[in-house]
């Protein structure tokens, strides 16, 4: 498995615009991600930026039009166009835009563009009028319609010093969509995965909550996960200040009990469900509608039980047979095994992932995580220390076969 980045062969055409310098951001990012990234500068790109900065970032050549009318000139857009996974044309300008649409093939990059069976993912940039021309608009139509990914531009601060719709989207997003297109054929294409991510929050008074320390990063590594093996994913998050993964239908709640009318929605035709929230087991009975003051003395806050997720998604389950496969996660500071072992069987789970969060390289903040897997037929496999991620791709990998053994 590994993310859909890692050893891809990805063209990366940079042509003239002051976002050039966004170009080596992504390439090196593309870069530390695994992937083999061929640069191919235009004329008017290396007025920006020089061959020399995309070759330190990508450690490969960075190619110009010099190297059309080389020796090998010939056949080298040829080589490049039919060994690429992807083709990133980011920034775009108006004028390269105009040529793909129109099939001109005037300088390396363009050449490459119309030999390449690729993919091809654009990055616009350009001034606010200039993107809003008709012209323009007409020719990422064209290319839209030949199932072109166009990301961006977005609405800031432009070169000229105006404001307007024109600025190249930032690589990190850009990042999100090609793995996003490199993810289309993966294992889960087709598959919808429901996951929950963060804490809850329990309103006590308009200003104070009960939650707990739930950061949302393993939940958000298995949507990311699952987006990186093609599934198309729901992420009901609590109030988590996470970046969202590209591609993610995110939907923000705050209550156990809006998490819970989210997951029901959302499971209704869902292939898994993923209980990565750390969810709130009590609540106040009564939430007073003013801040409840100081000068009142302590107040006595009683609780009362919310309701089980897994719980009651078990039980719709076992009506309506969604989602096919359930996945829960136990966090423990005891008897990790057992105490697992009894969510497992009582909430009806296929699989718990279970992790000691005494552990300070494990549990709620940290970027690792040491968990161990219960299946519901009896298996215990204890993983070593792994990133998040990591995590997150063996429970996906288990719940891809867990959905193939039920036949589907
Ligand atoms: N869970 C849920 N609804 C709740 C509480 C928890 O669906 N009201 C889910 C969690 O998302 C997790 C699993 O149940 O996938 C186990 O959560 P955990 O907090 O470890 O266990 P609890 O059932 O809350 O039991 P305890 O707090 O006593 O350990």
């Not at 329990?202 to 590594?221: H, L």
């Not at 988590?240 to 809006?258: C, D, F, H, K, S």
Request: glycine share 8%; aromatic share 4%; with cysteine.
């Amino acid at each position: 498995m590994g993310n859909p980045i890692k050893s891809k062969r990805i063209l990366l055409g940079i042509t003239g615009s002051i976002a050039c310098y966004k170009a080596a951001d992504l390439a090196s990012k593309l870069s530390q991600m695994g992937a083999l990234v061929d640069t191919l500068l235009t004329q008017s790109a290396q007025q920006f930026i020089t061959p020399l900065t995309m070759q330190s970032v990508t450690g490969r050549k960075a190619y110009t039009d010099a190297d059309l009318w080389g020796q090998e000139g010939h056949v080298l857009h040829i080589g490049l166009a039919y060994n690429a996974d992807l083709l990133v044309i980011a920034p775009a300008t108006a004028n390269t835009l105009a040529k793909m649409a129109q099939g001109l093939a005037d300088n390396l990059l363009s050449v490459t563009a119309l030999a390449a069976r690729c993919p091809l993912v654009v990055a616009p940039a350009m001034d606010g009028g200039m993107y809003s021309h008709p012209a323009t608009q007409a020719n990422l139509d064209t290319l839209r319609k030949r199932s072109v990914t166009i990301v961006g531009p977005v609405e800031g601060h432009l070169a000229s010093g105006q404001s307007g719709v024109g600025r190249m989207v930032e690589p990190y997003e850009l990042l999100g969509h090609i793995r996003l297109v490199l993810a289309r054929e993966g294992p889960l294409k087709k598959r919808k995965i429901v996951v929950t991510a963060g804490g809850t929050l329990e309103p006590i008074d308009p200003v104070r909550v009960i939650s707990n320390r739930s950061s949302g990063k393993q939940g958000f590594a298995l949507a990311q996960a699952a987006l990186d093996l093609g599934a198309e994913v729901d992420l009901i998050a609590g109030p988590v200040q996470l970046e969202t993964p590209v591609g993610a239908r995110r939907i923000n709640v705050n209550t156990a009990e809006e998490m819970l009318s989210a997951v029901r929605e959302a499971t209704r035709q869902a292939d898994a469900l993923l209980m990565a929230a750390a969810v709130a087991d009590f609540k106040p009975i009564q939430v007073s509608e003013q801040k409840i003051k100081k000068e009142s003395g302590p107040p006595r806050v009683e609780l009362e039980p919310t309701p089980d997720i897994l719980t009651e998604i078990a039980e719709q389950k076992s009506i309506s047979g969604y989602p096919k496969v359930t996945v829960g996660f136990a966090a423990e500071s005891q008897k990790l095994i057992v105490n697992a072992g009894v969510k497992l069987t009582s909430k009806k789970l296929d699989l718990i992932v279970a992790n000691d969060i005494t552990r300070e390289d494990a549990g709620f903040a940290a970027e690792t995580n040491l968990v161990s897997l219960l299946t519901a037929q009896g298996d215990v496999e204890n993983l070593p220390l792994m990133s998040k991620y990591e995590v997150a791709e063996v429970v996906l990998e288990r719940v891809r076969a867990l959905l193939q053994d039920k036949g589907e």
